[in-house]
Structures are given as structure tokens and as C-alpha cells.
Nanobody
Framework: QVQLAESGGGLVQAGGSLRLSCAAS????????MGWFRQAAGKEREFVSA????????YYADSVKGRFTISRDNVKNTVYLQMNSLKPEDTAVYYC???????????????WGQGTQVTVSS
């Protein structure tokens, strides 16, 4: 099984940028899709972005299209989320997760990281 660990969260001003990383360990030889989800205080966990194992296909929630970019480096066993033009509404705990097949549904992801806090001030 794969273990995931997010990093790169923090406090940033509106309009700023932040880059999240998700490092995988364990059974990294297995092929898996990766996704990013976020959960704001008092709200349900929502899909942010996903990427296939090959990296040839990417998916984004409408709320982040044009601002966020997902990428992965299978040699380094790491997936990234570049977040630009951040808004206060982006404030949430961000989680990375792995799945057998790429999906926008959180219940189809098998393994989750511990999450990293992103706070965007106005």
C-alpha cells in the first residue's frame, strides 16, 4: 500500500501563489491516479483536481480552472498542485489521495494523506 504525505501549505495573501507537494512511499511501483481534495471548515470535502498515472490527462473543478495546475513526477513519486491567484475561498485543508482509476469522487480513492492547511487572507 502507498503512504502519502502533503507539504507546502501555509498562510498567503489573496492573489498570491502556493505550491503543494504530495510525496508517496511504500508500494510506489503500483500504478495509481492521484487527486487533490479540500475541506473548508464546516463544509464537505470537495474535489479540486486529479491526474492519471501517466500524467496525460488532468481534471479540475470549475472553481479552480485557470488558477491551479496539477502535475506529477513518477520518478520522484511526487504529485504537485500549483495554486495561483489564490482567493480567501480557497482556504481549506488540502488532501492528496491515490486511486486505482482517476475519479472526481472521494470515495473511490484508497489512500489519503494527513492534509495540509492553506489559509488565504484578504
Amino acid at each position: 500500500q502507498v503512504q502519502l504525505a502533503e507539504s507546502g501549505g501555509g498562510l498567503v495573501q489573496a492573489g498570491g501563489s502556493l505550491r503543494l507537494s504530495c510525496a508517496a512511499s511504500g508500494r510506489t511501483s503500483s500504478r495509481y491516479a492521484m487527486g487533490w481534495f479540500r475541506q473548508a471548515a464546516g463544509k464537505e470535502r470537495e474535489f479540486v483536481s486529479a491526474i492519471t498515472w501517466s500524467g496525460r490527462s488532468t481534471y479540475y473543478a470549475d472553481s479552480v480552472k485557470g488558477r491551479f495546475t496539477i502535475s506529477r513526477d513518477n520518478v520522484k513519486n511526487t504529485v504537485y498542485l500549483q495554486m495561483n491567484s489564490l482567493k480567501p475561498e480557497d482556504t481549506a485543508v488540502y488532501y492528496c489521495a491515490s486511486a486505482t482509476l482517476v475519479s472526481v469522487r472521494p470515495y473511490e480513492y484508497n489512500t489519503w494523506g494527513q492534509g495540509t492547511q492553506v489559509t488565504v487572507s484578504s
